[in-house]
């Protein structure tokens, strides 16, 4: 078995079809299978089966894929550490960020980086933390910026700042100023991430805990974009980062209300810093330097 089976092999779960997979790798269709069996025969299993026209990866064969994935990522991260010794960088930085890190974070520490490692290279994925983490666990990006999960125990994590949520309207929101009742709270719609991500089921239990009813979501967005100016031109509620109160000159506010003010840390979060390239553990020095906890 040659270690170029076991990319053929992870091409062919990707494109799920023999000669897609065959194409992208410019390799034929026959040189493709003779690999395929050649670590059927070396494993003494079946990888792949025959479904109608298709083809789909047997147990074995998704499990092969999973531990190809891994000796795949640590031999280019075994590469990049060499290529590093010699020209005094590496190379590529595939980072996963929270979209309010993007914003805050990413551009300074963008900046520090390319001042120490000028080749340097980032890939940079903005999503929500369960999204990151799933690219993580998958080994699709190297580090995640974002906020920290209590009670985490599957990655290293690194705390950097604290970034509390609260309830943000308008300035000019009838509530503005006020410590609500949770009668004068109900009076109005929100703005809201889909009920799945944690920082709006984290909302929900504690309004119900102190007798709040929990939020009607008149319009859901996932992305930050759209959030602040939407805020800002409407009577909807939000529950977002504190820091994202400063822009929009300064048309929006906290709406005091202690109950639901979630407290969160912003860090790293990796799956182990010996598999980290030196580009990667640079950045990630960096922004220690920078942020000091």
Not at 76 to 93: F, K, N, S
Not at 258 to 282: C, D
């Amino acid at each position: 078995m040659e270690l170029k089976d076991l990319h053929y092999l992870l091409a062919v779960k990707e494109t799920g079809h023999l000669g897609k997979a065959a194409q992208s790798l410019g390799i034929t269709q026959p040189a493709l299978t003779k690999c395929l069996q050649r670590l059927e025969k070396f494993y003494a299993t079946r990888l792949i089966l025959k479904v109608g026209r298709g083809m789909q990866l047997t147990e074995a064969g998704l499990l092969l894929c999973e531990r190809a994935q891994k000796v795949v990522h640590m031999m280019q991260v075994t590469r990049q550490d060499l290529q590093a010794l010699g020209a005094g960088t590496a190379g590529v930085i595939r980072l996963g960020v929270a979209a309010t890190a993007a914003e805050f974070m990413l551009p300074v520490l963008s900046k520090d980086l390319l001042h120490k490692a000028p080749t340097a290279r980032l890939e940079v994925t903005v999503g929500m933390n369960d999204l990151l983490q799933k690219l993580l666990r998958e080994n699709k990006v190297d580090l995640i910026l974002g906020f920290l999960p209590q009670g985490n125990s599957e990655f290293i994590t690194r705390p950097l700042i604290e970034d509390p949520v609260v309830i943000a309207a308008s300035r000019h929101h009838p509530l503005a100023n006020i410590h609500p009742t949770p009668e004068q709270l109900d009076e109005y719609n929100w703005l809201l991430p889909s009920d799945n991500v944690a920082t709006r089921q984290w909302l929900e239990q504690r309004l119900r805990s102190g007798g709040y009813a929990p939020p009607r979501a008149q319009m859901e967005s996932n992305t930050l974009s759209p959030i602040r100016a939407v805020l800002a031109q409407t009577q909807l509620l939000s529950f977002i980062s504190r820091r994202l109160l400063k822009g929009e000159g300064g048309e929006l506010i906290e709406i005091p209300l202690p109950l639901v003010m979630m407290p969160r840390t912003f860090g790293w979060q990796f799956r182990s810093l010996s598999e980290l390239s030196p580009a990667s553990r640079l950045l990630v020095d960096l922004a220690e330097k920078r942020w000091p906890w």
